[in-house]
């Protein structure tokens, strides 16, 4: 072996093993979720493929709290969903500390040299495997592709905006509107 290679493949394997260690994103399950902060406890539910263990390359790894939900929205308005225990989405690790910027907002120093640290993200839910509770992960029916739907998983709850321009709730329960109520025609 020249020394070229012997070099190549030192360098790959230290490089390996320092990229096995970073994280940029993973499917997480929820552990726990707490509505008045908008933040959530996951575990990571792919395991770290550590290549410097020969006798044991595969490691569950840890579970990390604290880590604030996406919701959807804008200045005053947001769609929410509440994150439920056992649903799974994509936590995306940031690449520098987060934590001056959840207290405080706007633009921050990371208040540390640390990156791509796992315990440093943000938690996209809404994720669903092919099998959900032995359903082989079929949506009935199917997702429509021209509306903007909110719904239940079964559908039998939902309010469709379609790309027609129409605008439909159905409930299988109570309708209730709070407050004025005007149609227009």
């Known amino acids: 072996m020249s020394f070229y290679t012997a070099l190549e493949s030192f360098v790959k394997k230290l490089f390996d093993i320092h990229t096995a260690k970073m994280r940029t994103n993973t499917v997480c399950q929820v552990v ?3 509505a008045t902060t908008n933040l959530v406890n996951l575990q990571p539910c792919i395991m770290s493929i550590r ?4 006798d044991s390359p595969n490691k569950q790894l840890p579970p990390v709290n ?6 959807y929205g804008s200045g005053e308005v947001m769609i929410t969903a509440a994150p439920a225990v056992g ?3 994509l936590y995306v690790v940031s690449d520098r500390k987060i934590e001056n910027w959840i207290v405080g907002g706007g633009i921050v120093t990371p208040g540390s040299r640390t990156k791509f640290d796992i315990s440093d993200g943000f938690f996209l839910h809404g994720l669903f495997p092919t099998v959900v509770d032995g359903d082989n992960g079929k949506i009935d029916p199917a997702i429509a592709t021209d509306r903007i739907s909110i719904r239940t998983r ?3 709850t939902k309010i469709d905006l379609t790309a027609a321009g129409a605008v439909t709730v159905t ?4 309708f209730s509107v709070n407050g004025n109520f005007t149609v227009d025609p």
């Open 51 to 54: 290549p410097d263990d020969i």
């Open 171 to 174: 409930t299988t329960g109570q």
């Open 87 to 89: 649903s799974y989405g």
């Open 66 to 71: 604290d880590i604030p939900v996406f919701q």
């Open 32 to 34: 726990a979720y707490d």
């Open 154 to 156: 079964d559908d039998t």
